[in-house]
């Protein structure tokens, strides 16, 4: 109990120099109410661009690039790649996010307007991908196929999605897809940063 207890007051006395940094602190919760904001116009369908657009321009000139960071780094979280073209959906929204923080820099909103390009293109080299696979690997499962007929019948049939191994090659080449995209998504977000002037 003595070693817990002389631990715990070490803990203290380290801790009993450390002072808050109050401009840090109000950064900080800048930077949450920006992201709240931003967040707010994703996910809620009745709050419009002009009002947020509204709610942005009402900060304080000094406080705005806070706040902005804030709403910056919401969006480019959501800028990730899409599962199913739905995304398409949700894209005018973060175009829309992108236009309000851009304030004008059109170098910003294009390159928010390019990335649902890239995505599209995402999807589709995706999609490509399955297919030739399957093209690929279509006689080796017709020959899987002829010997599982002999076992189970002449109208088993099997899929490509059945096979542990036609799986887990479209596994690690789909994964692979991910690392590429993904690479280049991290440039532009990266370029979003520098364009923002965040960190």
């Known amino acids: ?18 002072e808050a940094d109050p401009v840090k602190i109000r950064r900080d919760l800048k930077i949450k109410e920006g992201r709240q904001i931003a967040a707010t116009f994703l996910m809620d369908i009745d709050v419009n661009k002009e009002d947020t657009q509204a709610k942005y321009d009402a900060f304080p000139e000094e406080e705005k690039q806070t706040i902005r960071e804030g709403m910056a780094l919401t969006l480019l979280s959501n800028l990730a790649l899409p599962r199913t073209p739905l995304f398409k959906e949700a894209f005018p929204n973060l175009l829309a ?14 390159l928010v307007s390019q990335v649902e390009g890239f995505f599209s293109q995402y999807l589709q080299n995706q999609e490509d991908l399955i297919t030739r696979m399957k093209e690929q690997f279509g006689p080796h499962l017709e020959q899987k196929q002829a010997q599982m007929r002999q076992q189970y019948g002449p109208n088993f049939v099997l899929r490509p999605e059945q096979d542990p191994e036609f799986m887990k090659l479209l596994d690690k080449n789909l994964a692979q897809l991910d690392e590429q995209y993904n690479a280049i998504l991290d440039q532009a977000k990266d370029q979003l940063k520098e364009l923002l002037k965040i960190a």
């Open 1 to 18: 109990m003595a070693i817990i207890k002389s631990a715990w007051e070490l803990a203290l006395e380290k801790t009993a120099t450390l």
């Open 97 to 110: 996010l992108g236009t309000i923080i851009a304030e004008g820099d059109e170098q910003i909103t294009s």
